[in-house]
């Protein structure tokens, strides 16, 4: 099947910047897209999503932004701190699909 | 509380030697999956069961079987594991795939000697 990937495998930042991870995918057809946390020795947790009709939502502290035209998702973290340190995974699915398919994560590091 | 549930969480086994890796969930969803997590290669998708009886093979699904005969439920069989199976297995669970998000459990991390 077609894969999703990330651009950056680590990302530093220093606590209180905005991070942004990318995530590029290459099913034309996805309709669905997840951005997801894993911190150690735990399951994935759902951050936000977002549908193929719209570009950007807004979480707590969260936004996710997609541009169709190029395949690319970026998480934007504002004020980062250190509890965002953690893998971020991107993940798709296309119209009618059951299947989610993971990027390969990117490990975001927060320096106090 | 909300959760999905796997056990056991740690396992080591022989080659060969049957087992099973059970997931439950309380909230009633339709849709479970199965994934295996290994270094470099992301979340793979092993089997997904979108409702009671209802089950379909993943990215992954070699070596591995599943069953759903209730909604809550969905086990994760090896009838016999090999050392390429060792990895960080999790369940997930839904209302469904492409309109909400996937709830996951804790994780399972099998070592196959």
């Known amino acids: 099947g077609e894969s999703v990937g990330l651009h950056l495998p680590t990302l530093s930042v220093q606590e209180g910047d905005n991070s942004i991870i990318n995530c590029a995918y290459s099913n034309s057809a996805s309709d669905y897209f997840i951005w997801y946390k894993q911190e150690s020795g735990k399951g994935p947790q759902f951050i936000i999503d977002i549908r193929s009709n719209m570009d950007k939502r807004q979480g707590q502290r969260v936004t996710v932004l997609l541009n169709k035209t190029v395949k690319h998702l970026s998480l934007q973290i504002a004020a980062t701190q250190p509890g965002d340190s953690a893998v971020y995974f991107c993940a798709e699915s296309g119209a009618g699909s059951y299947q989610l398919t993971f990027g390969k994560g990117t490990k975001l590091s927060v320096i106090p | 509380e909300a959760q999905v549930t796997q056990n056991p969480r740690y396992l080591i086994t022989v080659t060969g030697k049957k087992l099973t890796v059970t997931c439950s969930q309380n909230m009633n969803h339709e849709y479970m999956s199965w994934y295996r997590q290994d270094p470099g290669l992301g979340l793979r998708q092993i089997y997904y069961?979108?409702?009671?009886?209802?089950?379909d093979k993943g990215d992954v699904p070699e070596g591995y079987k599943v069953s759903r005969k209730e909604k809550r439920n969905f086990p994760l069989i090896l009838e016999s594991p090999s050392p390429n199976q060792t990895s960080l297995y999790f369940c997930?669970?839904?209302?469904?795939?492409?309109?909400?998000?996937?709830?996951f459990g804790q994780g399972t991390r099998l070592t196959v000697v």
């Open positions: 997930a669970s839904g209302r469904q795939v492409g309109n909400t998000e996937a709830f």
């Open positions: 069961s979108m409702n009671v009886e209802v089950t």
